[in-house]
């Protein structure tokens, strides 16, 4: 999206740049999720894993508060072994509406709430479980120590409704009690505070 500076060249024309950041937003960096209990953003669960009860899969979810758009990750390791991995995906949490557009869901929002629309006719679905949307990290191998970060980057953004949560995966098949992984992700948000 091209957008114009507040600054301008030496002929007084007006500096055009090419930039992925949504407009109203500001980039944001975070290694933690919302509170979304307590209406904070930050102060949620810490993108920090660490192998201490030497499990062979340790799981972290979270949300933000409002909608963001998720731009790049970072990870960063120590003592991985061999088979150890990461894989982030975006859930819908069970029993959570969400429209359905093509008018196919099993839910209807009236003025007394939602129904169930037991016709497959309804503006909402809900599922009893939790229902992946989209994986953007898959089994993404790690080995040894890198505190230098590896770089998961886009030149595009993606849209993480305030709906969806993120769940983090890390599997180490050796159940490695040595291994630490850090998460960060680099977003732009409309609000920080």
Sequence with gaps: MAKQSNFVQMDGTPKIYVS????NSRLYYTSEFD??????????????????DAKEELILEGSFIDDIYLKDGYLMWEEAAVGDCVSMEIVLPAN?????????????????????????????IMYPVDIIIDRFVNNLLILGTNTTGFIMTSSD??????????????????????LNVVVALETYREFTV
């Excluded at 969806?164 to 159940?175: L, N, Q």
């Design 20 to 23: 992925s950041r949504q407009e």
């Design 157 to 178: 953004t993606a849209i993480l409704p305030n709906i969806f949560k993120v769940r983090m995966t890390i599997s180490s098949p050796t159940t490695n009690v040595n």
């Design 96 to 124: 959570q509406p969400m429209p359905k557009a093509e008018r196919d869901g099993n839910y209807d929002l009236t003025d007394t709430g939602l129904v169930e629309n037991t016709e497959g006719t309804g503006g909402y």
């Design 35 to 52: 509170d979304v209990v307590g209406g904070n953003r930050g102060g949620g669960a810490s993108m920090l894993f660490r192998n201490t």
